[in-house]
């Protein structure tokens, strides 16, 4: 879809609910748009693209975890914004990633329409796969708009959701020392 077809559509939706000559709303359906496109800009990459390289040789097979990465992403179900932080831990096997690119892998993957389920998943796996780690492990704890501004209107829940892979799910003690560096209360 074109941005003027996106724009269009924004000006659709807001005649359905309010005046869209009104000076507030003027410019509104360009701006919605522009957002729009920024929100799911993850469909225009891929993790490949994102890493461009940063594969680095180590002897290092101790596990590496980042854990607070923020993320933004937008709810299939409703298009409401589900907001929330990542950890994310592997076990180098000959070699590291770039630490910035983990940021960005997660980037990706959240600027997508997605439920937050399947956000997890893509993102341990593609992980995976670029690193070729022993385990890779991936929580991530969000609060959702679509259960907190309309439904059930529940505003301290919180979502966890994990994708623990190789050692991680073969191994308690590997996800036990995991879950101890990130201090995750129940």
């Given amino acids: 879809m074109s941005a003027n077809e996106l724009e269009s ?3 659709k939706i807001i005649a359905k609910v309010d005046e ?3 000076p507030g709303l003027l410019d509104t359906p360009k701006r919605a748009a522009k957002a729009f ?3 799911t800009n993850g469909y225009q990459k891929t993790p490949e693209e994102v890493v461009n390289g940063a594969l680095f040789p180590s002897d290092n097979s101790e596990m590496v975890v980042v854990r607070d990465v923020e993320l933004y992403s937008m709810c299939e179900h409703h298009l409401l914004p589900f907001i929330g932080k990542c950890h994310v831990a592997y076990l180098p096997s ?3 990633i770039g630490l910035s690119k983990i940021a960005r892998i997660v980037d990706v993957f959240a600027r997508r329409l997605q439920i937050q389920e ?3 998943t893509q993102i341990a796996n593609a992980i995976q796969e670029l690193t070729d ?3 890779v492990a991936v929580i991530i704890e969000a609060k959702h708009l679509c259960m907190m501004m309309r439904g059930v209107e529940k505003q301290n829940s919180m979502m966890q959701t994990s994708a623990m892979l190789g050692a991680f799910r073969e191994n308690l003690a590997t996800r036990n020392e995991f879950l101890s560096l990130l201090a995750i209360k129940s």
């Fill in 94 to 96: 000959g070699k590291v």
């Fill in 37 to 39: 496109e920024f929100l």
């Fill in 118 to 120: 399947n956000l997890t």
């Fill in 20 to 22: 869209p000559d009104r």
């Fill in 9 to 11: 559509a924004f000006l």
């Fill in 133 to 135: 780690a022993e385990g």
